[in-house]
């Protein structure tokens, strides 16, 4: 699907409109093994449009002193006494050296043992680095294979760019779909009053949050919601939202979408301070039947006095009476 190849260099696909504070130019923030910085720093200076540039991508990521230093010195064209070297010819996974050898004239054994060399970090031998050049092996080439430390399978980061294929293709054609199950499954810290407060409420988080970790005086929590907030307002710029926790829709852990598929329903266990047992017990009374009031809430279930309190506040409770309101007729 060419528009989500596109996410490995452009958010275009994306639909995005506004100001969503993220300088890098991939959309595959979210998505696994290509949404981190260190990654997406990658995908700055590649600009992938193929499959097997993908592929490379994840065996660059996965491998040890094979881009910093290595590669992306021979793509940028900073070491001198070499040409800058396009990135289809770098070593991105093990295979690489081997069928590139092979493809050399160098003998299939001798290409395989080289290969297993480098890939476990003992470089090259002076017999194996001859046979190299005695088959026009380029000086480049000799020399990145002297600084490799690891090298990634290229099986194991092909099944890695399925997964993101798949996860990116739910993000292009089924936004809600995916924002839902990134949120149910691997977000890991909320803010819920931001969260459903709406994007600039997000926006302003982030850049509070940004200027924090500029100063080093932001919490753990705070460095780990940062990326969340980003998620949530990359969904909120394609005219998607995020909605408080409600009494009657909310899930104990999950992110519940809209009747109108154009929100997300905070989960209980997305409040601070409200554990699992806790948000499980609101949606096991909940579904035993309906509340009836505040009162009823507190009486049956798991919330202690400072997470109900948390609620009320949150104004999650604000559809049912304080009391119970029974009249004889």
Sequence with gaps: DEDVISLFSSKDALKISGDDLDTLSSGTIGMPEFGTKFVRGMLETIKPNTYNDIIKVSGLSHGTDVWAGNAESLVKGLIPEFPKVEFKDVIGCRDDIMIYLIAKGVPAADSFKIMESVRKGKGITKDQEKLMRDNNVPDWFVWTCKKIKYLFPKAHATAYVIMALRIGWFKVHRPIYYYAAYFSCRASAFDVEVLASG??????????????????????????????LQIALEMHLRGYSIRQVDIEKSAAHDFVISEDKK??????????????????????????????????????????????????????????????NNSLL
């Design 263 to 324: 929100s997300l329903y905070l989960p209980f266990s997305a409040v601070d301070a409200l554990g699992a047992a806790a948000a499980e017990s609101v949606v096991d009374a909940r579904n035993e039947r309906p509340f009836t009031s505040k009162k009823d809430v507190e009486k049956r279930t798991k919330l202690n006095k400072t997470t109900f309190n948390k609620l009320l506040r949150l104004g999650v409770l604000d559809s049912l009476n304080d009391e119970e």
């Design 199 to 228: 994007k600039n409420a997000i926006r302003n988080r982030i850049n509070e949050i940004n200027e924090k970790i500029m100063t080093k005086t932001a919490s753990t929590k705070e460095i780990d919601l940062v990326d969340e």
